[in-house]
């Protein structure tokens, strides 16, 4: 059965330094998604992605965060300047074009900002 | 913000059916009803959604009122694997899911 991966499962890095979060969609889905989850609060959107640009994107989703496909099969969140709320579990999800729009989530990055 | 109204926490007991309600009273006429768990920090898992007919699918069963104001996912045998939060959410709109509080079930032996 096709899956939503993500990569590093675990990144720890310093404040003021940049990440790049990874995720490969399944492999026909064009909406691709990401969302944040800190520890023992609720799952939050951060920005949906189609056609190569941004379709909509939360308040938290600012300066410091941007998107990309860079390729046919990847699907990247960048943070520019890690502030120690970052710290979060980012999870990466697509969706079909087609039908009722169910997303598929990935397994999540946990970032860890020191 | 959210359009859903869910039950902070309920339990059920190993092999019995877990009936896990929500409330959606300001639903409009074509957004669907999804259902998600998400188990310890994983990603949320896709269970099962649905318009206005119930639904059934190799996990869950989705039982939707007539007037669409609430609906019901009923996991037939509930397994302890089953312990964790689901969470009811109505398509807000098809670029975002929006993730409420949930109800954390617990399954107990």
């Known amino acids: 059965e096709p899956e939503v991966t993500q990569t590093p499962s675990h990144q720890v890095t310093q404040m003021g330094q940049e990440v790049i979060l990874r995720c490969v969609p399944i492999s026909n889905h064009l909406y691709f998604y990401w969302y944040r989850q800190i520890l023992g609060q609720k799952v939050e959107f951060l920005v949906s992605?189609?056609?190569?640009?941004?379709?909509?994107k939360s308040e938290i989703f600012d300066d410091q965060f941007s998107v990309e496909r860079p390729d046919g099969s990847n699907f990247t969140l960048k943070i520019r300047s890690t502030k120690l709320e970052d710290s979060a579990m980012y999870f990466c999800?697509?969706?079909?074009?087609?039908?009722?729009?169910?997303?598929?989530f990935g397994p999540g990055t946990r970032l860890t900002v020191t | 913000d959210a359009k859903t109204t869910q039950p902070p926490s309920m339990d059920c007991a190993e092999g019995r059916a877990a009936n896990l309600p929500c409330n959606h009273s300001t639903i409009s006429g074509n957004e669907y009803v999804y259902w998600y768990r998400q188990i310890h920090s994983q990603g949320p898992q896709y269970i099962i959604h649905g318009l206005k007919n119930n639904e059934t699918n190799e996990m869950a069963s989705l039982i939707i009122t007539e007037d669409r104001k609430s609906s019901t996912l009923i996991l037939p045998h509930a397994t302890l694997r089953d312990t964790a939060v689901y969470y009811c959410?109505?398509?807000?709109?098809?670029?975002?899911?929006?993730f409420g509080s949930g109800t954390k079930l617990n399954v107990k032996p």
């Open positions: 992605f189609y056609n190569n640009e941004i379709s909509e």
């Open positions: 999800a697509s969706s079909d074009t087609q039908g009722t729009y169910e997303q598929y």
């Open positions: 959410i109505v398509l807000y709109n098809f670029n975002k899911f929006y």
